[in-house]
């Protein structure tokens, strides 16, 4: 079994509806990630919480919320749907915690969830 | 802030030859610096990583990279590649003493190996 699992994989939805993607993780670790893939852009990221009461903003968090449900679980909501949040999302985690040699801020992604907005 | 650059959006090489990947990077203080790789239709994949130490970093399926300070770059490198190889690669980079900082992507490279 996968270490980091994002659910669903992939979804087709219209523009206007409430999308949720679900992650989870069996890593034992502290912190948290979402990041969004577009083609010539990199990986931006969206949000990020380093435990379940700490939640932060990413560079663009516009449209999007999180919920830190329980130290394994982090989901990604889109309120409204609209066409350009069409995207591959990644979910990460990375140890946290302790000293900062423990904490190099190395990532564990899961296998990310292809989303399109009509 | 911290930055990571990757000029070349695609680098196409011969199976059996050398191959590199280009990235230079902009942090406040000391980097650290990683690669990973995506093939189509899977999450990203850990290469290796540089924290401190000796410049030259050895990581998975017979890849390097070589840290310079001096140019503030961490170019990926295999001697040999292999068609195998092809899929594409990521370079990230974080402010070392910065507890609050997240990796930053370049915007990726695509590598092509030909048979």
């Known amino acids: 079994d996968a270490d980091v699992t994002q659910t669903p994989r992939n979804r087709i939805t219209k523009t206007g509806k409430r999308i949720m993607l679900e992650c989870s993780q069996t890593k034992g670790h502290d912190r948290m990630y979402w990041y969004r893939q577009d083609p010539g852009l990199g990986l931006r990221l969206i949000y990020y919480?380093?435990?379940?009461?700490?939640?932060n903003k990413g560079e663009i968090s516009d449209g999007y919320s999180v919920s830190r449900q329980a130290q394994a679980k982090f989901s990604l909501s889109l309120e409204s749907a609209i066409p350009n949040q069409t995207a591959l999302y990644f979910c990460?985690?990375?140890?946290?915690?302790?000293?900062?040699?423990?904490?190099?801020?190395?990532?564990?992604f899961g296998e990310g969830s292809r989303l399109t907005v009509l | 802030a911290q930055s990571v650059a990757q000029p070349e959006d695609q680098v196409n090489v011969a199976e059996g030859n050398p191959l590199t990947v280009k990235c230079t990077y902009s942090?406040?203080?000391?980097?650290?610096l990683f690669w990973y790789v995506q093939y189509p239709n899977r999450g990203l994949q850990f290469l290796l990583k540089y924290i401190t130490g000796d410049n030259l970093v050895k990581g998975s399926y017979g890849f390097e990279a070589e840290f310079n300070k001096s140019q503030t770059s961490f170019h990926l490198k295999k001697p040999s590649a292999l068609v195998s190889d092809s899929a594409l690669y990521f370079c990230a980079v974080r402010d070392a003493y910065n507890q609050g900082g997240k990796l930053i992507f370049g915007q990726g490279t695509e590598l092509s190996v030909k048979p």
């Open positions: 990460a985690t990375s140890v946290g915690g302790g000293s900062q040699m423990t904490d190099t801020g190395e990532l564990f």
């Open positions: 942090v406040s203080g000391n980097p650290y």
């Open positions: 919480s380093f435990d379940v009461k700490d939640i």
